[in-house]
């Protein structure tokens, strides 16, 4: 039995105000929250999934999956033994800060290292939403292909990593990775980039390596 | 040099409305609008260019590219000689009525008789806003999984026609057609279903026979 938090939309003139907040309550409190964005189909389910396969052991992670409607995601983490609940954001398309606070007051937080914020599948709305995570990861999956900087430049703008799902699927696709780093640096020139295969684990010790290094440096650790 | 329209959010109580008034208004003068989502990289702008080839000479087809930024896809529709303009969202998820008509007075609609509108790419807010076309086709394509109506209930439930893309690459991913069928059609029992490929052709006269019969069925022919 999958728990679903239905949430409404928070003000959002003090949004910005009120994820610097909770951002300072999760530091003090140790606890390392990372909002994940993409389109929908992208992979992040896949991702999510495998990444905390992969760190079982090394820290405790929870995963709250936002959705307009279903559960299928959090199901499918909750298979997996991990902490996992279902946000509903009643036909918004981004969480904000408040729905975030909402949604972490449903997760065993006091047992966890690491949550992770699966948003909504949408490219536009969550980019103009801080949620109140340490990090923002993008990810694209290379059947979007390589052209999604020029027309989404926003997300790839707000987020510090971005993440090249599906390169099992490479060879089926036009897909220049070299021109996707190219395009997404031209618009964030520190943003870190991990070409991944969830489905065949080329990939994902750097961009988990990373992860782990990032909560570090923000002295979660 | 492909024109461009910056787009202002329209006021969308009367919304409804509008686009009751200019979908008549359009069918006066015999010019038919289809109104295309999906999420981003789903093969949308391949699959008009594909439509638009396979029926030069049978019917003027030209193309609206409503996007955030980018004029990438109107580039492409250019390049095949069709009537193309990119219009620019100002930030925004979705099209409106007032925005499809500001758009529409920037093409040659006396010299056509089908108008495509390539939505924003995203699966939640289009779905929202009537844009006054006379159908709505919704795209997804075989990469982004056939869980999708699950998620995005509204969209399936609003579309008329879903054209499910990109089926060269099925024997790659695991995507069950009989499965997203059933849930489309669990949400919409009238929604006309067609797997296609643009790249090899599959299954594209399917789609392009039920677009020109919707026509026809609308007295726009």
Redesign the interface.
């Given at each position: 039995m999958i728990r679903t938090i239905e949430l409404k939309e928070t003000v959002t003139a003090s949004n910005d105000r009120d994820a610097a907040e909770l951002r300072r309550e999760l530091t003090a409190r140790g606890l390392f929250l990372v909002n994940l964005t993409s389109?929908?189909?992208s992979g992040k389910t896949t991702l999510i999934s495998r990444t905390v396969s992969d760190l079982i052991g090394r820290v405790r992670i929870g995963v709250m999956e936002a959705?307009?409607?279903?559960d299928?995601d959090a199901k499918k983490i909750a298979a997996l033994g991990a902490a996992s609940i279902q946000l509903h954001t009643d036909?918004m398309?981004h969480m904000d800060a408040g729905m975030t606070r909402a949604g972490l007051a449903g997760m065993p937080t006091g047992d966890l290292d690491v949550v992770f914020l699966e948003n909504?599948?949408?490219?536009?709305?969550p980019a103009?939403f801080d949620t109140g995570a340490h990090v923002n990861v993008m990810i694209l999956?290379v059947?979007?292909?390589d052209?999604?900087p020029?027309?989404?430049?926003?997300m790839f703008q707000k987020s510090d990593a971005l993440v090249v799902t599906?390169t099992?699927?490479a060879p089926?696709?036009d897909f220049d990775f070299a021109a996707v780093t190219r395009r997404a640096r031209a618009l964030n020139p520190g943003i870190a980039v991990f070409p991944v295969s969830a489905k065949t684990g080329e990939g994902m010790r750097a961009w988990e390596d990373w992860l782990l290094a990032e909560r570090k440096r923000g002295r979660h650790a």
């Open positions: 389109a929908p189909g959705d307009i409607a279903s299928v036909g398309c909504v599948g949408n490219l536009i709305c103009e999956s059947p979007e292909g052209d999604k020029l027309k989404y430049p926003l599906k099992d699927a089926y696709f």
